[in-house]
């Protein structure tokens, strides 16, 4: 509630929603499409940085925007986006970070490594 009116009725609120909802379907269609990629035994290697890359980007994207709609309260991890939020930016890194599988894919796109 902000202003006595719930926040869900600002329009600036539903777009950031109606983004957020759009970024986390390709989230998942990529996800989806790798499975059945993986299972046919046909996943590279630039596939997998590539959904890594952009999964983990645009999901730290939509945390963001979650924690920022709940203002102040979205800082308070017993409203449990920030905790989101910083589990995103674990996952922004470990595992490869989103710098060297953007350099995987790029030598996969160029075939130059930029790296040693
Ligand atoms: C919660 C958590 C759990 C983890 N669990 C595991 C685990 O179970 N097993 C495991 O093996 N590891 C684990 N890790 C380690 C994780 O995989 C590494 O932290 C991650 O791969 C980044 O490596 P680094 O910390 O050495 O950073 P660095 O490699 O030092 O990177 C620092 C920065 O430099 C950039 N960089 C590095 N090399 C280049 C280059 N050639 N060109 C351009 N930019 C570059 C990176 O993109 C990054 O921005 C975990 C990390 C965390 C935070």
């Known amino acids: 509630m902000q202003f ?13 929603l109606a983004n ?7 989230i998942k269609l990529t996800c ?14 630039p596939m997998a940085s590539m959904a890594k890359m952009f999964a983990a980007r645009q999901g730290r994207w939509i945390c963001s ?9 979205g800082l308070l991890l017993e ?19 989103d710098s060297m599988q953007s350099l995987i894919l790029g030598r996969h ?3 130059f490594s930029a790296f040693a």
């Open 65 to 73: 925007e979650a924690r920022d709609i709940m203002g102040g309260n």
């Open 109 to 111: 796109i160029t075939g």
């Open 32 to 45: 989806f499409r790798l499975n059945e990629l993986a299972d046919e035994g046909a996943m590279t290697s």
């Open 79 to 97: 409203n449990h986006v920030a905790r989101h939020l910083t589990d995103m930016e674990v996952v922004f890194t470990y595992e490869g970070t």
């Open 4 to 16: 006595g009116r719930e926040i869900g009725r600002f329009q600036l609120v539903q777009n950031k």
């Open 20 to 26: 957020m909802l759009a970024q986390l379907t390709a």
